[in-house]
């Protein structure tokens, strides 16, 4: 087990149980704010897809974060809720010391916006044998990986050498784990899910706080904060 250790504006992912210790919801963004004198700490109220999402008193929670490229993840319990301005936070109290992970799932952020991807086959494979980029849009993203639609079938189990704009260029190795023939749905003809294999740290936390920078520009714009 490790001590938690959190700095102001920390990003987190939050899971909710029910009584039997089931995950009863998808996985929720929020931030880390400050630690208050009787060890209970406060953080954002946890968002999804643009909007507060409810949490309770008494419900148990489990905070997932990241530092120096480990994951860890402790348990919680929300203790209230309050208005502070026009932010809305949770006061939790942590039950349990910090657990290091070996995986995890990421939050998956719903956008769309240009890649420039090239297919190989093989992982040791030369950048001059990887061939000219080519386009497609992204589906979804999240920090562990993003799903393209192109009119290209990838391979499945090929690698995808990729960039993508958001903010800045982040370049990335991916690998395709899942293609979908979605020829009679839209303008494209495939939809590829595609793990990031090789990414820097400082890279995939980009991805991660682009996606809950976007979360708060829409719940900022009143997509809904009831």
């Not at 009863?24 to 909007?51: C, F, H, N, T």
């Not at 932010?87 to 719903?110: N, T």
């Amino acid at each position: 087990m490790e001590t938690i250790k959190l700095n102001l504006g920390d990003k987190l992912e939050i899971e909710l149980y029910n009584s039997n210790g089931e995950r009863v919801s998808p996985l929720l963004i929020s931030q880390y704010e400050r630690l208050l004198p009787d060890g209970s700490m406060e953080i954002l109220a946890p968002i999804k897809g643009g909007r507060i999402f409810p949490v309770y008193r008494g419900v148990e929670i489990g905070v997932i974060y990241e530092k120096s490229g480990e994951l860890y993840k402790f348990i919680g319990e929300a203790i209230e809720r309050r208005l502070s301005g026009n932010i809305f936070l949770l006061r939790i109290m942590p039950k349990s010391s910090a657990e290091h992970l070996q995986r995890r799932g990421f939050f998956r952020f719903d956008c769309i916006f240009d890649i420039k991807y090239r297919l190989f086959e093989k992982k040791d494979t030369n950048n001059a044998d990887k061939g000219e980029y080519k386009k497609a849009i992204t589906k979804d993203i999240s920090g562990g990986g993003l799903c393209i639609l192109t009119n290209e079938e990838p391979e499945y189990g090929w690698y995808l050498d990729g960039i993508i704009e958001i903010g800045s260029n982040i370049r990335f190795i991916g690998k395709v784990v899942r293609v979908i023939n979605v020829h009679d749905k839209g303008n494209f003809h495939y939809e590829a899910g595609i793990e990031f294999i090789d990414i820097s740290d400082p890279e995939r936390e980009k991805v991660i706080s682009f996606i809950f920078d976007s979360q708060r520009k829409m719940l900022k714009k009143g997509w809904s904060t009831k």
